[in-house]
């Protein structure tokens, strides 16, 4: 079995308000981009990664990623829209690839495990995705009033890693580009062929920097892993 990743870090980071985009943006001395890749060379399964970045850090910084990091193929070009790059980076991988994982690149908490789960449950059923039940009571508001309170049973916030089966991520590609569909994430698109998508238990750890205060969270949940791992050795 043949596993590439899709790794999305093309995005301005406009909301966290720094001059960089966020995923170079740094804790602890390092990239969160790095970080990321990092747990992506620690999964056994996982045979190689594209990288995809807006047009300007291919240019610049492209090549310094690739002689980095060996698991690193390609880097390629971002798209207007998610989707849109990581189609720019589905286009790019082998054709012999088998699984598929799509990855934020600002989600530097995932783990090994977790990749490895979402690949065992797409290589069964097609399609798996991680996530969280949501705790929280959730409100839907019109015009700053709140108009009613959703039943929370059921209902999970969505993270990645993800992971399909090639021709099936392929199909759904297909099908979103031919209607002019969008989806939040490829699950969705899974989920627009008409196919199931399998649920895989993700982590509230596993966050995706958005806001300056997820770096300072970010901050404290590395060290944490790093104290971990030293009391472990």
Not at 95 to 121: L, N, Y
Request: with cysteine; hydrophobic share 40%.
């Amino acid at each position: 079995m043949k596993v590439g990743a899709i790794i999305p870090a093309a995005g301005r980071g406009k909301r966290i308000g720094a001059s960089v985009a966020k995923q170079f943006l740094e804790i602890q001395g390092e990239p969160l981009l790095h970080h990321t890749l990092e747990v992506f060379v620690s999964c056994k399964l996982i045979d190689y990664v594209v990288l995809v970045m807006p047009r300007p850090d291919v240019e610049d910084v492209g090549k310094d990623w690739l002689s980095k990091y060996k698991i690193v193929r390609e880097v390629v070009i971002g798209g207007e829209h998610r989707q849109d790059s990581v189609y720019n980076g589905f286009k790019s991988l082998e054709k012999e690839t088998d699984i598929v994982v799509v990855h934020d690149g600002v989600r530097p908490f995932t783990t090994s495990e977790m990749i490895t789960a979402t690949i065992q449950e797409a290589e069964q059923y097609g399609a798996a995705i991680t996530a969280i039940p949501v705790s929280d009571t959730i409100k839907q508001v019109y015009d700053g009033f709140v108009k009613k309170t959703i039943p929370r049973e059921g209902l999970w916030r969505v993270q990645t890693p993800q992971a399909f089966q090639y021709e099936l991520l392929q199909q759904a590609f297909k099908k979103a580009k031919v209607d002019s569909y969008y989806g939040t994430d490829e699950g969705a698109l899974i989920e627009y062929l008409g196919k199931a998508v399998k649920i895989v238990p993700g982590s509230v750890r596993n966050i995706k920097i958005t806001q300056k205060e997820d770096l300072i969270l970010g901050e404290s949940l590395l060290s944490r892993i790093k104290q971990n791992f030293k009391k472990n050795i």
